[in-house]
């Protein structure tokens, strides 16, 4: 009896662990890669890395989910990666290509994370899903004259103790 029960509980376990939104990225992981180790990863792989603030690195023509990203943006808090945003624009792709690849990813999005989806917010190429550790937001717009998609994905600890700090500085 104690073996099945065992059985049953690790069964159980290995789905909920297994079925969780992806927190690792380009051997990176939210919530515990340093800046250095980000930038010097990216620096051994050959990329340009550029600091846009003190807390952004960001690199161009990223590999990532079968697509390559004109530009990703990896941030930080309390020397913590919490965010990866992988975008392509009309800059990057034409618009057909855009469009394809918002069906695709859409698709694998919601076949991989669709217990954790939470709503479109303000239209319909604008998706959320969140498993109470880690958020994505999909999103394909018209921004700056250009088509541009992008997914972001984040450390909601990390992200909500930034936005408190921030906050508090008001």
């Known amino acids: 009896m104690r073996k099945f029960l065992f059985f049953g509980l690790f069964i159980i ?4 662990a297994s079925s969780q939104i ?7 992981t939210l919530g515990q890669t340093s800046k250095a180790e980000v930038t010097n990863y990216f620096t051994i792989k050959g ?28 941030q930080f808090y309390k020397n ?6 992988f975008m392509s624009s009309e800059h990057d792709y034409s618009k057909e290509n ?22 479109n917010f303000s239209k319909e190429l604008d998706k959320w899903f969140d498993d109470d550790r ?6 394909y717009e018209y921004f700056q004259n ?3 998609l992008s997914i972001l994905y984040y450390d909601i600890r990390l992200y909500d103790e930034k936005s408190d700090k921030d906050e508090n500085e008001l």
């Open 13 to 16: 376990w290995s789905l909920c």
């Open 22 to 28: 992806q927190r690792r990225f380009l051997n990176f």
């Open 47 to 74: 990329y340009r890395v550029r600091l846009l603030d003190e807390n952004t690195v960001a690199v161009n023509d990223v590999r990532f989910g079968g697509q390559t990203w004109g530009v990703t943006h990896l």
């Open 80 to 85: 913590k990666l919490y965010g990866v945003s």
């Open 98 to 119: 855009l469009d394809m690849m918002w069906e695709i990813l859409d698709k694998s999005l919601e076949r991989k994370y669709s217990r954790y989806y939470l709503k």
């Open 134 to 139: 880690t958020r994505i937001w999909f999103k």
């Open 146 to 148: 250009a088509w541009a």
